[in-house]
Structures are given as structure tokens and as C-alpha cells.
């Protein structure tokens, strides 16, 4: 089904500020094929609607219901991506097929996620980390996942597509997926620096949309910061998305302290709040990444506005912290 007419028309009018928390479970999957059907997806490139919309369909309903890391996540990660595409203008350092590929990679990107993390699953030996010895775990098995999907399909999504056209959407799409592991994050941000400094002034052009190489480091971008954008978003949507988070990370904690493991601190109800877990997020990782990496590609507004959410919203987790004594 098509979505919600009032859903789209909320969309064209709050752009940055729609919260993908507030849809019905079933607007998820009209939300995304929606988001390709913006982005001129199905009138740029040779993919059927048919197709491609079982295709959303399934990467949506692999992922569990965990409290944070679920569909409404996955839309939310693919809705801020088109924005920043559309809206934000990004796109101009792209091809359509890098657009599609990106969209749907932001809805992949956490594909049947455990809800745990990576540390968990390697500390109790877990098949994936077996599988993957113990690097980018989750990451490798999002990846994985996906084009397992895509390949389960009754017609592959990618079918229209050349060969190495399709060489290039996987490798764009395991590029961006790769790039969410925190456990890479100084790798990336050097990534991101070196090409800032080649160009030096990036408000004339950050990336070379004829270079491959740039096109990948630009959606590596766009993908980490979509996902961990809602430190930047409006107050109500970042503290929704905190409550989340931090009932998942608790979940594990608890489930640490009954396997007799060590707590993970940020994950111990006993010992942290939700405020002090993203707090200390925002303040060392993910507001110097918006400011260092993704302000720089922006036009003033977008960089004013980003700037004054986030500062909102420290400001919030602050006065949080100091009621909590």
C-alpha cells in the first residue's frame, strides 16, 4: 500500500524535524519505498517497483524487536539519509545508483541485530563472532544478511543491473554498513580529514563525484552520522530515541550480571542513567564527529540548526543529571 497521505504531506512539511517514532508499525515499509520513490529511484534506474518494495519489505521485518536497535531504527536511519540527500543537497556528489544503493544500505545497516553488542557476543563466543573472528561482528553479519536477502528474493533486486553495476552498489553498501562500527570510528574520521584536506576549501566541493574512492567516503559519512544523527535532532525526537537506547543497553547489562560476567559500566542500571550514558556519547564522540566531519559539507542553515539541537539537547541531559543529584 501506498503511504499515508498524511504521513507524506507531514514529511514534505517537517522535513529534519519528522519523527519516524510517532508511524503505525505498518506506514514502515510504505515509508521506505516511499523514500526511493522521492529520491527518483524508480525513474532513474531499471528496478521494479514489485520487486524492490519485497525487497524493503524484508530487510524491515528481519529485524527483532529490541528496544532500540528495530525497524522503527532502520526507517529512521533510511529517512534521515534522505534527507540529507534531498534536502541537504548531498546528493549532487552522487549517481542515482549510489542514492539507491545508500537508501536501502541505511536500511540494512543493522539488519537482524541480536540487540547486543559486539563485545558481548565475542566475550561469550557467540557463532557470529566465530564466524567473523571477532572483527566489525555485527557489522560483518549486517552485511551478510542483507545480500543473503537480496539473494533469497524470487527476483534479485539488483537483476536489472550489469555486473559491474552491481559490483559497485555491494561494494557501497558494505562500505556503508562497515563504517557504523564505533570500533573503527579514529579510522574513519581520518578518512574523512584526509579528503577534507585535499580540497581544502570544502564549502566549493568535498567530494570528486567522478572518483570512486570519494563517493565511498562521503556515503561512509552520510551512513554514520544517520546513524547516530538524533543527538541533532529536535529535543522530543533525541529523547525518545535516549529512553531506547539505554533500555537495551540495560537489558544487557542485566543479562551480564546473571551470566557472571564483568557489567559493561555504561550498561549497569545500577550505576548509570540514560542522561549520563548520552551525555558522555555526545560530548566526546558524536558532537565533535558532527562538528569535524558532517558540518563542513553543509550550508550554514543546516550547520546552524544541527549546532542548536545539539546544544539543546546537552543542555537537557545536563539539567537531567543535576535532578538526579
Not at 519528522?18 to 510504505?30: A, I, Q, Y
Not at 574512492?213 to 525518545?240: G, H
Not at 545539539?310 to 539539567?319: C, G, P, R, S, T
Amino acid at each position: 500500500p501506498p503511504l499515508r497521505r498524511e504521513v507524506a504531506e507531514r514529511i514534505e512539511r517537517e522535513g529534519w524535524d519528522f519523527s519516524v517514532c510517532e508511524l503505525d508499525r505498518s506506514d514502515l515499509v510504505p515509508l521506505g519505498v516511499h523514500l526511493l520513490d522521492r529520491a527518483g529511484c524508480f525513474n532513474d534506474l531499471p528496478i521494479s517497483r514489485e520487486d524492490t518494495e519485497l525487497f524493503v519489505r524484508t530487510l524491515a521485518q528481519s529485524y527483532l524487536d529490541n528496544p532500540y536497535h528495530n525497524a522503527f531504527h532502520a526507517l529512521d536511519v533510511m529517512y534521515t539519509m534522505w534527507v540529507m540527500l534531498e534536502r541537504m543537497h548531498l546528493r549532487r556528489y552522487l549517481r542515482p545508483i549510489d542514492v539507491f544503493a545508500l537508501l536501502l544500505a541505511a536500511l540494512g545497516h543493522d539488519a537482524a541485530h541480536p540487540g547486543k553488542n559486539n563485545a558481548f557476543l565475542v566475550a561469550t563466543g557467540s557463532p557470529v563472532a566465530l564466524r567473523y573472528n571477532d572483527v566489525s561482528v555485527l557489522e560483518n553479519f549486517h552485511c551478510a544478511s542483507f545480500f543473503e536477502m537480496a539473494h533469497a528474493m524470487p527476483r534479485h533486486p539488483f537483476a536489472a543491473f550489469s555486473v559491474p553495476e552491481r559490483a559497485r552498489i555491494r561494494k557501497m553498501v558494505v562500505r556503508s554498513i562497515l563504517s557504523t562500527d564505533m570500533g573503527n570510528h579514529a579510522q574513519h574520521v581520518q578518512a574523512i580529514q584526509d579528503q577534507y584536506a585535499r580540497v581544502g576549501d570544502t564549502r566549493t566541493g568535498a567530494f570528486d563525484p567522478l572518483v570512486e574512492e570519494q563517493r565511498l567516503v562521503l556515503a561512509s559519512l552520510l551512513t554514520k552520522f544517520a546513524d547516530i544523527s538524533n543527538i541533532a535532532k529536535r529535543a522530543p525526537i533525541a529523547s525518545e530515541w535516549t529512553k531506547r537506547i539505554a533500555e537495551e543497553y540495560f537489558a544487557q547489562g542485566d543479562v551480564e550480571r546473571e551470566f557472571g560476567m564483568p557489567v559493561t559500566p555504561f550498561m549497569d542500571r545500577t550505576a548509570t542513567t540514560p542522561a549520563r550514558i548520552t551525555l558522555g556519547f555526545v560530548q566526546y564522540v558524536a558532537a565533535p564527529y558532527v562538528r569535524s566531519c558532517v558540518c563542513p559539507v553543509l550550508g550554514a542553515e543546516w550547520r546552524d540548526m544541527l549546532e542548536r539541537n545539539m546544544d539543546e539537547n546537552q543542555e537537557k541531559l545536563k539539567a537531567a543529571i543535576a535532578r538526579e543529584g
